[in-house]
């Protein structure tokens, strides 16, 4: 393992479905210009920026990040772009932390976001599909994610319609406490969820998430340098990304064996293991209802097939369960592809620290944040902790439970 | 006066796509011969379809076409409700996009189920369904045009 790395500060830009009021390098520098001061530090303290955007053709503009740097302080320093699909927020986290972990940076500012209100989202998501062989067929995210929920019902006969209804009103709601959420639907409902029409079967329309302008920025400091900095911090203690190939020999749509390879790794590092005891609070990218049953089973919450039961039925990971997830409401809420997996990761730092506000766990200690991307292959994990020790955050939760 | 506050904007590319040497066979095939082409891994004999050049699991090209015979199942599926931008031409709402395994092949093709809208949400899983080709092929994957539940 590298050094210690927290993070220290965050920035997410202000809770609005459309941001008319700025362009894509206002937005984004917004998010930067806020994590900056919430770690308390200036321009100079920051040695690295990485600034990063889902696929070119949301925003419509080629490199975006040329137009960016002005505003997102990377002029005169290391700035850096990467991109992978809906992870991109995640990956961008992901690499602030082996900037800083690897000793080649102190200070890293990471920032990622997207307008996705200025296109249609559906026509630049078919356009990741191959234009020789598949392409044809390409009907956005709806429906590839509408074939893996069919799939997992298929093998999870006790997964119905009425549980994406309830996992859809129970982020609504948690969207409510959450000032950032850009979808607010104080009237949901499990009835008003069902009566929506077909987006693609079994997906009807608020099964999936909005489309959102948001970034999200987060500050990465070397132990040597959050030890100094009095802010609330929240320790990185583990991180992964993995990626399944696209189209591989007997894949199982309902099985993201990515998903699981990421767990099983961050599990080993951080000594947790049985996630359900072992952790307080969890951010998953829920783009789709059906999402909660697929990723948190290959998480390890759950027995095979009995994600319906005993995590939705049980209230498990309701905002009083025994494990909430998404507190934030979730990409249900919110979703503008570049910032969503950062929000994750940001969301549980937010908690570990004890700043969430009105969407607060209590006794958060130790949290898990996941992102999604590509078809439906890339799969992140970073785990934080409240103590820079995480053995010393179990101890903690140890002493609480008596 | 009002400060301007929207401009529209649009982009349009010409491509040359080359499919690349492999998946340009399969096309060439179900062109000229109506044949569904795969390829196996030497290594780990496991069948790619559509065929790929590339055996991720054993780091090696894959050279060896196999031929799929036989009509293929459904794996997984969904009714498509909401046009797409690219809807497939002569195809209407709903229709279903489907994953379909063929016997022989160890990975699924993806394409479209074409039937009434009470036909396509009694399709399941394991349901049979047969090719509807064009009648003029020029190469691309709809040459098959869609495929239909077999007991339509």
Known sequence: MGRKVAITGIGQTKTKLKRKDVNFSELMGEAARQAIEDAGLTIDDIDCVICSSSPEFFCGINEPEMFATDFTFGVMKPHYRIQTGGTVGASTGITGWYMVSSGLYNNVLVISGDKLTETSVQKGLSLVYSPTMGRDFAAGAPSAVACQTRAYMHRAPEAKLEHLAKIGTQMRKNALYNPNATLKLPQISEDMMMNMAWLSTPLKLLDSCPTSDAACAMVLQSEEYADKNPRPKAWVQSVSTIAEGVNYPDRDWSVPIALKEAARKCYAETGI???MEDIDVIEIYDAFT???LIWLEALGLCDVGKAASQ???SGATRMDGKLPVNPSGGVLSNNSIGGSAMIRQAEIAMQIMGRAGEHQVEHAE??????WGGAIQFHTIMIMSKEKEIKDSFENRKKRKG | MEDVKILNGEIVLDYKWSPGQTIGKFLTNLKDGKELSAVRCSVTSKVFLPPQGWSPYANKKMTKFERIVGSPTLKTGTI???APWNKP?????????AALSFVGADTELLHIVVASEE??????????????????RIGTIRDIDHFVPENL
């Open chain 1, 311 to 313: 995590l939705i039925d």
């Open chain 2, 119 to 136: 036909k396509l949400l009694a399709l399941k899983p394991g349901d049979k369904l047969k090719p509807v080709w064009k009648e003029e």
């Open chain 1, 290 to 292: 059906s999402q909660h």
């Open chain 1, 273 to 275: 293991t049985n996630p």
């Open chain 2, 89 to 97: 031409e002569g195809v209407e709402v709903p229709y279903m996009l």
């Open chain 1, 366 to 371: 130790i949290g898990l944040a996941h992102g």
């Open chain 2, 80 to 82: 498509v409700y909401e």
